[in-house]
């Protein structure tokens, strides 16, 4: 099993918010926009190094979106910050029109995505967010893993033209990717390679697929884990690739089941190559109030149940095979 | 610069391609288009006067129009085919399968002189706004307007943009208000009173102007003090009262040819009303 070191936890929207100001540096088209939220998106020192190109919308999603779309008319990329709820389920018409359809180049970057938000509860805690944004034609999604991969991925964002939804979170997480990982949109991560069962996770489930591969390996299995930070477009080459040898897959992420990353593997292996596969996620029912690690645990988004997933999509693979083979 | 009398046979002409438009494609909105042909002929003949083969998105170096009330789109394709950004034969392509010319205006088929999509009611504004602070950022002295209907005030994300252009100090904009006072259900007044709008829209921080929209003679007037009222601090905004349908007796001031095309006899007693001046396409 290949070892991944926590440099020390932090939490995603820092490495975002770095990348903001380093890229206000490098481009003067670079434009941000941000609906009363500034300290927890991390935006203060982009907005302190470049007040012409910030715009404080209040709040005020729906004009912010707006906004942004009109400022890429004239060759800004704007970067638009608020949580990940108010960054879409509350602005999907606004999205839908101005930016997806009319493909303008608005990068939004969407915080506190999932049951991680913590406290505040289900009002805030979007879990359908992928789902939402996957379905429009032209946008892309992307929801990095850690502080080092978010910020690799706001700044590849801002060199490729079109819409781009990236969605990262609240709490400090452990930092494990390389700094100097090349972050290629829509290129998937193999971390660790194995024979038995294939972890696909995005977000912060990637941590806990890579806890779960050293479990895995102490019962004596092994897993090719592999880093989905691109939910569309989808690599699928890489996805199926690593199903051929390994034969079972499991999928784990911090969003609804429907409309995952889960569900965009399950309908390609429907379509192209169908073997056993579990989803680790939440399944239809809304987040609530807690820590955001005790409710990872109650929600069943850690390490214990991508394992236990591992063991069930590796059974009915050999109860597929025990069945064929008579 | 073209004289009043030939904005107006231009006008005409526009009439009546809303009208052989919609009666062609059996659907459509002659209404608000019909009411608002004036406005838009005067916009781009003797005010913006883009330039229609050097087209870009971007629209660096010049004058920017956006509709937010898409609905009206007969009334923008027929101006920019008539300005020459596509030749007018294409109008009969209107609403029609394959065609440039979406039943709200969209990028996405590539028609020149169209920057968004609109017509999901109530986000042309934002848009303008965030393209007037690009021009601003751009060192880009040019202007943007936009077009908006009083009913699609009913949608509050104008709200947001109108609190946000006086706050941001938008002052290279000038918003229009098609103050026809009639919405798909019926008058304003009856569906969602817009209430004291001057009153509002001075509150909000706008430079409120207000312009007869069917006068080609006040449309230049109240214009050129838009355009003198801008750089001053404060965006500047234009109630003009129109009447829905003008052109057309049996259409006019009535709120039930909003989204209704003429048949072929109702365009033929239309067509009656609108000398074809400068040709049909």
């Known amino acids: ?326 | 610069m073209p004289s009043v009398s030939a904005l107006q046979k231009l006008s005409s002409q526009v009439r009546r391609d809303i009208i052989r438009m919609t009666n062609s494609a059996a659907s459509g909105h002659p209404g608000g288009a019909l009411g608002t042909a004036d406005f838009l002929v005067t916009l781009y003949f003797e005010f913006m006067k883009p330039d229609p083969k050097g087209f870009t998105t971007d629209g660096i170096g010049e004058d920017l129009f956006f509709l937010s009330n898409g609905h009206l789109s007969a009334v923008w394709y027929s101006v920019l085919a008539r300005y020459g950004y596509f030749e007018i034969k294409e109008l009969g392509t209107f609403r029609k399968l394959s065609s440039r010319l979406q039943g709200h205006p969209s990028i996405h088929e590539g028609l020149p002189g169209i920057r968004i999509a609109s017509g999901s009611l109530g986000q042309g504004l934002s848009v303008a706004c965030g393209a007037a602070l690009a021009k601003r950022l751009n060192k880009d002295n040019h202007l943007v307007y936009c077009l908006v209907g009083d009913g699609e005030l009913d949608e509050g994300q104008n709200w947001e943009a109108l609190m946000f252009a006086p706050d941001r100090k938008i002052d290279n904009l000038v918003a229009i208000v098609d103050y026809n006072g009639q919405q798909i259900d019926g008058p304003v007044k009856n569906v969602l009173d817009l209430g004291n709008l001057k009153a509002k829209l001075e509150s909000f921080g706008w430079r409120v102007l207000e312009m007869y929209g069917n006068d080609i003679q006040d449309i230049i007037k109240m214009l050129r003090i838009a355009i003198s009222e801008l750089h001053k601090g404060k965006p500047v905004i234009i109630m003009m009262t129109t009447h829905m349908g003008f052109g057309v007796d049996f259409m006019l001031d009535n709120h039930e040819w909003h989204g209704v095309p003429p048949n072929d006899e109702q365009a033929k007693q239309a067509l009656s009303q609108l000398p074809e001046t400068i040709g049909d396409y």
């Open chain 1, 1 to 326: 099993m290949h070892q991944y070191i926590n440099t020390g936890s932090k939490d995603t929207r820092s490495g975002f918010g770095e990348a903001l100001l380093e890229l206000g540096k490098q481009n003067p088209d670079i434009v941000a926009l941000c609906a009363d939220l500034t300290g927890s998106m991390k935006m203060d020192a982009f907005a302190k190094a470049f007040p012409d190109r910030f715009f404080q919308t209040g709040i005020a999603e729906a004009n912010m979106m707006g906004v942004a779309a009109g400022l890429t008319i004239g060759g800004k990329i704007p970067f638009t910050g608020t949580f990940a709820n108010f960054s879409t389920g509350r602005v999907y018409d606004q999205i839908r029109q101005s930016i997806a359809y009319s493909n303008k180049n608005v990068k939004i970057c969407a915080s506190h995505a999932g049951i991680t938000l913590g406290e505040d509860g289900a009002t805030h805690q979007i879990l359908e967010d992928i789902g939402l944004m996957k379905m429009l034609p032209n946008m892309t999604v992307i929801n990095p893993c850690d502080f080092n991969q978010t910020k690799a991925a706001t700044l590849s964002a801002a060199s490729y033209k079109g819409p781009v939804y990236l969605c990262f979170g609240r709490p400090k997480v452990p930092n494990f990717t390389p700094a100097d990982e090349a972050f290629e949109i829509g290129k998937a991560l193999i971390l660790n390679k194995g024979m038995d069962v294939t972890i696909f996770a995005t977000g912060h489930l990637v941590w806990h697929a890579l806890e779960a591969g050293k479990i895995l390996e102490d019962q004596g299995f092994t897993a090719d884990i592999i880093n989905i930070h691109t939910i569309k477009p989808l690599n699928n080459s890489a996805v199926i690739n690593s199903l051929k040898k390994t034969g079972c897959a499991v999928t784990a992420e911090e969003h609804m089941m429907n409309g995952g990353m889960g569900d965009s593997i399950a309908q390609l292996l429907v379509r192209e190559y169908p073997v056993p596969m579990e989803m680790v996620a939440i399944n239809d029912t809304f987040g609530e109030s807690g820590k955001p690690e005790e409710l990872m645990k109650k929600f069943g988004l850690d390490a214990e149940h991508i394992v236990l997933a591992a063991l069930q999509s590796m059974a009915r693979k050999e109860q597929f095979a025990a069945k064929y083979a008579h």
